[in-house]
């Protein structure tokens, strides 16, 4: 399966998902307003003999939905070099930080995207610590503050995947 092909199944399965959930939420008001007694548009007779599988229905649709529209965060190889899509990775850190210790986790996760991790114990330098004080774990990507406090998977797959765009878009240029 190609890239483009994976891009298509992917926007379908968001397009779908987000339907899904519309008619999940959608279905949730017509039942709020059917348990309260507000007014409703008038519903067929299945829906009066129905009730007591509404619920079941509706959470159905939602969790279908919310399944569909997970953001996968799968662990990135740069298609186009085989190698990394930046320059630098740096990990300010503390000692004893269970959030440095979970962002290095998320960092590892993607290390096929990302050129070897430095990290720096601020501890040791006082500069850094007026710097950074407490908004550790913080993440710098090619010299640019990227997180602070903990890594997002899903905002670092975003940076990574733009990359790789960008990168595609610089060797189209080239090859033209």
Excluded at 80 to 98: A, K, Q
Excluded at 126 to 140: A, D, N, T
Aim: hydrophobic share 45%.
């Amino acid at each position: 399966m190609t890239g483009r092909d994976a891009e298509l199944i992917d926007r379908i399965q968001a397009r779908f998902g987000t339907a899904l959930m519309v008619m999940a939420s959608v279905f949730a008001v017509l039942i709020f307003c059917d348990r309260t007694g507000a007014a409703m548009p008038n519903m067929p007779a299945i829906w009066y003999s129905s009730r007591g599988v509404h619920l079941v229905v509706c959470g159905g649709l939602f969790l279908m939905a919310a399944i569909l529209l997970q953001s996968p965060v799968p662990a990135k190889q740069s298609e186009l070099h085989g190698r990394p899509l930046f320059r630098s990775c740096r990990l300010f850190t503390r000692h004893d930080c269970h959030l440095c210790d979970r962002a290095m986790e998320v960092l590892l996760h993607f290390q096929d995207a990302l050129p070897t991790i430095e990290v720096i114990d601020i501890d040791d330098d006082p500069q850094l610590v007026r710097q950074f004080g407490e908004s550790i774990p913080v993440v710098e990507i090619d010299g640019r503050v990227r997180f602070r406090g903990a890594v997002n998977p899903a905002l670092l797959c975003r940076l990574i995947d733009a990359a790789e765009l960008q990168s595609r878009r610089h060797c189209e240029d080239f090859s033209e």
